[in-house]
Nanobody, 117 residues
Framework: QVQLVESGGGLVQPGGSLRLSCVAS????????MGWYRQAPGKQRELVAS???????NYADSVKGRFTISIDNAKNTVYLQMNDLKPEDTAVYYC???????????WGQGTQVTVSS
């Protein structure tokens, strides 16, 4: 079994910063990809950023230049540094893990990010 626990969400003013963390535990024998998705009210869940073992990194166009994803393999932890936050970044942010290319996908429970003045 795999467990993912996110933290770091909260309320921040426009232009502010937050750093999300997601710790993976359980049977983590390898990490093929870890990433962050978000879901705003009334919208579908969308990719924010993902990183693969090949160091290939993908970002949504809306966050390029503002968000940075990183993985600490020793700690089985993925981070999302979010700068210059905008109200449209308000959503529940979910961590995602896949241990192998064709294996199952695991999700965290989500952490709320609210950007408002």
């Amino acid at each position: 079994q795999v467990q993912l626990v996110e933290s770091g969400g909260g309320l921040v003013q426009p232009g502010g910063s937050l750093r999300l963390s997601c710790v993976a535990s359980g049977n983590i024998f390898s990490i093929y990809t870890m990433g962050w998705y978000r879901q705003a009210p009334g919208k579908q869940r969308e990719l924010v950023a993902s990183q693969y073992t090949s160091d290939n990194v993908n970002y949504a166009d809306s966050v390029k230049g503002r968000f940075t994803i990183s993985i600490d393999n020793a700690k089985n932890t993925v981070y999302l540094q979010m700068n210059d936050l905008k109200p449209e970044d308000t959503a529940v942010y979910y961590c995602r893990l896949r241990r192998t290319q064709y294996g199952p996908t695991y999700w965290g429970q989500g952490t709320q990010v609210t950007v408002s003045s």
